[in-house]
């Protein structure tokens, strides 16, 4: 179960790339603790019999944390200092670094009309969405994104995404247009201005 929430964590974090500033708060390996505790909370919940009503409240600081401290070892290869940002209403922004090096050499594209083949090195990676849910099912919705200040149309966004999260389960990746499942009864996720609280 774990394994399904590291994956739908980054298939959306990959969804809701955004350029954002510098986090202005110091992340920790204790914030990042406590998210994985409240994920432990919301596994053990879904599995009794029947789950309890609860809700958690997620900080952004809470969620940038366990980015970089408790899932550094299961970051996709080409990818480095995420930061996420949850604006409110079910939006939802964030930035990260995209090693196009990384990416040029598994795509092996050498097609002059492609436009990976013109950037290199680590490159930000930009964009913003809306996280709607309802019942125990979640959509994504993308309103802009961009790479290295460059405009980025949405089927080259999918590309990138469904490079980066896609698992012997699902070969092609995540797919931005598809509703997906929530992990672990979870009926709904309300993305609020610095936090998000998560509804079983």
Same mark, same amino acid.
């Given at each position: 179960?774990?394994?399904?929430?590291?994956?739908?964590?980054?298939a959306i974090f990959l969804f809701t790339?955004? =350029?954002?500033?510098?986090?202005?708060?110091?992340?920790?390996? %204790?914030?990042?603790? $406590?998210? +994985?505790?409240?994920?432990?909370?919301?596994?053990?919940?879904a599995a009794a019999t029947p789950p309890k009503p609860r809700e958690f409240s997620i900080a952004e600081q809470e969620a940038n944390s366990y980015l970089v401290f408790n899932l550094k070892e299961k970051i996709p290869k080409g990818?480095?200092?995420?930061?996420?940002?949850?604006?409110?209403?079910? =939006?939802?922004?964030?930035?990260?670094?995209?090693?196009?090096? %990384?990416?040029?050499? $598994?795509? +092996?594209s050498r097609s002059v009309i492609d436009p990976f083949n013109y950037l290199s090195g680590q490159v930000p990676l930009n964009a913003r969405g809306l996280l709607r849910t309802r019942e125990g099912r979640g959509q994504l919705y993308l309103r802009s994104a961009d790479i290295g200040g460059v405009p980025l149309p949405?089927?080259?966004?999918?590309?990138?995404?469904?490079?980066?999260?896609?698992t012997a389960q699902n070969?092609?990746?995540?797919?931005?247009?598809?509703?997906?499942?929530?992990?672990?009864?979870?009926?709904e996720i309300s993305v609020r201005p610095g936090e998000s609280v998560v509804i079983q």
């Amino acid at each position: 179960m774990k394994n399904i929430w590291s994956s739908n964590l980054w298939a959306i974090f990959l969804f809701t790339l955004c =350029a954002s500033s510098s986090l202005a708060v110091a992340l920790s390996q %204790e914030d990042g603790n $406590r998210l +994985q505790a409240k994920i432990d909370a919301i596994v053990k919940n879904a599995a009794a019999t029947p789950p309890k009503p609860r809700e958690f409240s997620i900080a952004e600081q809470e969620a940038n944390s366990y980015l970089v401290f408790n899932l550094k070892e299961k970051i996709p290869k080409g990818l480095a200092e995420p930061e996420i940002t949850m604006i409110g209403d079910g =939006a939802l922004a964030a930035r990260v670094l995209v090693d196009m090096d %990384e990416v040029k050499q $598994r795509r +092996q594209s050498r097609s002059v009309i492609d436009p990976f083949n013109y950037l290199s090195g680590q490159v930000p990676l930009n964009a913003r969405g809306l996280l709607r849910t309802r019942e125990g099912r979640g959509q994504l919705y993308l309103r802009s994104a961009d790479i290295g200040g460059v405009p980025l149309p949405k089927p080259l966004l999918q590309e990138l995404i469904g490079f980066f999260s896609r698992t012997a389960q699902n070969p092609k990746g995540f797919d931005i247009d598809a509703p997906f499942d929530l992990p672990s009864k979870i009926r709904e996720i309300s993305v609020r201005p610095g936090e998000s609280v998560v509804i079983q």
